[in-house]
């Protein structure tokens, strides 16, 4: 008998607080297995951010220090620099890292920090309960745009994946979806790639991962994934946009 | 013969590997878990070819994948 | 490691040279009047000996980048004054919470707001009563001379890791800048206890987490009275001040930093006209050095506070006396041209005493 498929050990054998049909799972999962293909976990450090992203500790085996409310790549700068012989990644919601976080991930990116940075954005503030995000889409309902994102009032969405891209410090930038297999398929590599970015010391690497918020999007998980794939991808295309050493 | 097994504790029964599967051999069942999801069952495992997309696309990795040996 | 040979330098050169001295492995920073010497002095000389130094894109950048260093377990600072301490207190207050050492050095300077760029102690409260939220402190170490903004950062340092509270050396714009002659005195290591809580990678064995959430039933309320308790041994251990010519006094002057100097120079006038006017300088502002005050003003009934704001420490020397002592106020508060002579300050002794 033959697993074809069971858990990554980086993940621990637990149950997340996470909602039915959240994409958080889905990403954890991907970025394990990443750290698997590469036995780095025992030498890896991941900075938490503020958010449900904050219990990675709780969900990897592997040593985390918690940032304030944007600061992940800051933190991750300190870690890094303090000790550059180990992996350090940071996983940041949309608010945290395009809103208050802003500064940080540009000025982490254009240094060319030899980090990398997972971006999960479901265009939701979701541990505040649903409030507008700046990834929120044009016209979406959220707590604070309760008659949609007026883009007149509050700009278009950030494309972060493009915007870091434009960035010399960055080595590799992706936007990946876990809505599909296909996606996943091509997600599952991307993750991989961001991680030996770091392991081969060839540059800065981010991911943005798109991602649905059944609970605050006030959608059923189904309704909520198909989502995924009908308006945020065709806003925020899935693809590469920087690979300087075609990893 | 692949097979799947559904750890029905951590099945949160968001449903995504009921659409996930190209053979449609996963849907949710009508009686909940002790959190009071209705969780996902597999059915006709004749029909399964390992193809492991539910697994893949399982938010609670509830999901093992599982391929007996020809012998 | 320094020859013992003096050397005349600026406040700001003292700090950075004990920090790299005391085993300084990580600094970020950002310019800001008058504590710029530090990060310059740095880019310079810290990455001569292995260390990193890093020009941040803000204050709030560079002190979550401490957050990050010391997690891992490394000596790390950084350094700031006024606006930017402020935009610190975020990252100040989830290192208190995540029970990181560090050092922070704070050269005040004017405020509100963009203020000035001169002497000024106004940030006392900022920095005695925690600066940031949630209800912490941190050790406050308060130099009044080139030598003590060398030998109080090297002690910051030990302190820090010591008892895991942050720690900041409190000077001014004045002690800053100007230039005396130090010696450069070697580090001593004292026994520290070993960092097995930091993040290094859990080479497949226990995992580490550094964070300040307690969510869980009465976590935080455990916490907040864990470092209740650390307080209360570090007032205990760590409480630090200077007297001069106390023993005959019947008036104390209480004043640290800059101020001091000034009182230390009207108490010596004062002295030379027969007047009996001694002077308490406050080492440590966190810990507070309650028991010193309690113990002078248990003989001594009359105090005189002097500092460069409208009035902070004076609080504290004010819960500090026995019940039947005396305590009033002279302060000038911080700005172009406040800053008071000897013989304003003498003139001050006086109408306390005649």
């Known amino acids: 008998m033959t697993q074809l498929f069971s858990r990554p050990s980086s993940l621990k054998d637990v149950q997340t607080h996470f909602c039915p049909g959240c994409h958080h799972g889905s990403i954890h999962s991907l970025v394990a297995r990443a750290m698997d293909s590469f036995g ?48 350090v990644f940071s996983y940041q919601g949309d608010g945290d890292l395009a809103a208050i976080g802003t500064s940080e991930i540009i000025h982490a990116a254009n240094r060319g920090e030899m980090i990398t940075v997972i971006f999960v954005n479901n265009t939701t503030y979701g541990m505040t309960g649903g409030q507008m995000a700046p990834t929120t889409m044009p016209g979406q309902k959220t707590t604070t745009s309760p008659n949609g994102r007026n883009v007149v009032n509050d700009g278009k969405p950030f494309r972060m994946a493009e915007l870091l891209s434009n960035l010399d410090g960055v080595a590799y930038s992706a936007r990946i979806a876990v809505n599909s297999p296909k996606n996943i398929i091509q997600a599952k590599k991307a993750i991989k790639t961001a991680f030996q970015y770091q392991v081969e010391k060839k540059g800065f690497a981010f991911i943005e991962a798109l991602a649905a918020c059944p609970t605050n999007w006030g959608m059923n998980p189904l309704v909520a994934n198909e989502r995924v794939g009908n308006e945020m991808i065709p806003y925020f295309p899935l693809g590469v946009f920087k690979n300087n050493d075609n990893l | 013969m692949p097979y799947i097994i559904i750890d029905e504790e951590r099945c949160k029964g968001c449903g995504l590997c009921t659409v996930a599967c190209p053979k449609k051999l996963v849907s949710l069942n009508d009686q909940p878990n002790a959190l009071g999801y209705t969780v996902a069952v597999f059915n006709n495992q004749e029909n399964c070819t390992g193809c492991c997309f539910c697994a893949e696309i399982c938010p609670d990795v509830a999901i093992t994948v599982f391929k007996e040996d020809l012998r | 490691m320094n020859s013992l040979k003096k050397k005349f330098v600026k406040g700001n050169e003292a700090v950075a040279m004990a920090a790299i001295e005391a085993g300084l492995r990580c600094y970020f920073g950002y310019p800001i009047t008058p504590q710029s010497d530090i990060p ?73 707001g963009l203020g000035g760029i001169d002497a000024s102690q106004a940030d006392y409260h900022q920095a005695t009563k925690g600066g940031g939220h949630g209800g912490y402190r941190i050790i406050v170490l308060a130099p009044n001379s080139v030598q003590e903004m060398y030998d109080l950062t090297m002690l910051a340092f030990d302190l820090s890791d010591l008892y895991r509270i942050p720690a900041m050396v409190l000077a001014d714009s004045v002690l800053g800048q100007m230039k005396e002659s130090i010696t450069p005195n070697p580090y001593i290591a004292i026994p520290l206890p070993s960092k097995g809580w930091a993040v290094r990678g859990t080479g497949g064995g226990k995992q580490n987490i550094v964070k300040s959430l307690y969510l869980g039933d009465g976590e935080m309320e455990a916490f907040h009275w864990k470092m209740h308790a650390r ?39 004062a002295r030379a006209e027969g007047i009996k006017v001694g002077l308490f300088r406050p080492i440590t502002l966190f810990p507070f050095p309650e028991k010193g005050i309690a113990s002078l003003s248990s003989r001594c009934k009359r105090w005189l506070t002097v500092e460069l704001s409208t009035g902070q420490m004076v609080d504290d020397v004010r819960l500090s006396v026995a019940r039947d002592a005396e305590v009033s106020f002279y302060g000038r508060p911080p700005g172009m041209g406040s800053l008071p002579t000897p013989e304003e300050l003498f003139n001050q002794i006086k109408k306390q005493i005649l």
């Open chain 3, 231 to 269: 307080y209360k041994e570090l007032a205990e251990k760590e409480s630090r001040w200077e007297e001069y010519e106390t023993s005959d006094a019947d008036l104390v002057i209480a004043a640290f930093g800059v101020t001091s100097r000034i009182a230390r120079t009207a108490v010596e006038m």
């Open chain 1, 40 to 87: 780095i976990a025992g030498e890896t450090i991941g900075c938490a951010s503020v958010g449900c992203s904050v219990f990675l500790y709780n969900y990897f085996h592997i040593d985390v220090v918690e940032s304030p409310h944007g600061r992940a790549p800051a933190v991750a700068t300190g870690v890094k620099r303090a000790r550059p012989d180990r992996i």
């Open chain 3, 40 to 112: 310059e002095y740095l880019s310079r000389e810290l990455p001569k000996t292995g260390g990193t130094f890093i020009q941040a894109e803000s204050e709030i950048a560079s002190i979550n980048m401490v957050l990050g260093a010391s997690a891992t377990g490394v000596r790390t600072m950084t350094s700031s004054s006024g606006p930017g301490i402020s935009l610190k207190q975020e990252g100040i207050s989830y290192m208190a919470g995540s029970e990181l050492p560090c050092v922070i050095v704070d050269i005040m300077r004017s405020g509100p």
